[in-house]
């Protein structure tokens, strides 16, 4: 069984790949979608487009992110760390190529129009952050003080 929250090969992911990296993962995502007796998909989209671009495939669902309520009260002995009189904005796993520098520049916007609040938001990155996305940050000061 194969599941993917995100697509393996997305477009705007793979133009960062050498020529020899992208041959590797299209020859290996063509191995496990020939393989795997089931795979699961994020969305009805995304389970369109592999049966598209991969027709050997056996067996396919879309499944949707769903959530645990006891995750949410295992959260509840965290409480505490936010409880600072910061508004927390999170973002949790990766910014899809063209999103993160449009959110991170109207932040920045936003600070320079009201530098009071800068102090009372808060953002939280949880996930991989490219290195350009963190470079800009720290360029543009954007990191907590």
């Known amino acids: 069984m ?17 020529s020899l990296r ?31 671009n991969y027709p050997q495939i ?12 006891e995750d949410f009260n295992r959260a509840k002995v965290m409480e505490e760390r936010w409880l600072d009189d910061k508004f927390h904005i999170c973002h949790s796993g990766y910014f899809y190529p063209g999103t993160a520098f449009i959110f991170f520049e109207t932040l920045k916007d936003f600070f320079l129009e009201n530098p009071y609040l800068r102090g009372k ?13 963190k470079s800009w940050i720290d360029q543009n000061k954007l990191e907590e003080e």
């Open 2 to 18: 194969a599941d993917f929250r995100d697509d393996w090969l997305e477009e705007e992911k793979i133009k960062k790949f050498s």
């Open 58 to 69: 056996k067996n396919i669902e879309a499944i949707y992110n769903g959530f645990d309520a």
């Open 121 to 133: 938001i808060q953002l939280d990155l949880v996930g991989h952050l490219e290195k350009e996305y």
């Open 22 to 52: 992208l041959r590797l993962e299209r020859f290996l995502a063509q191995g496990v979608f020939s393989n795997a007796d089931f795979i699961i998909a994020n969305t009805e989209f995304q389970k369109e487009v592999y049966l598209k």
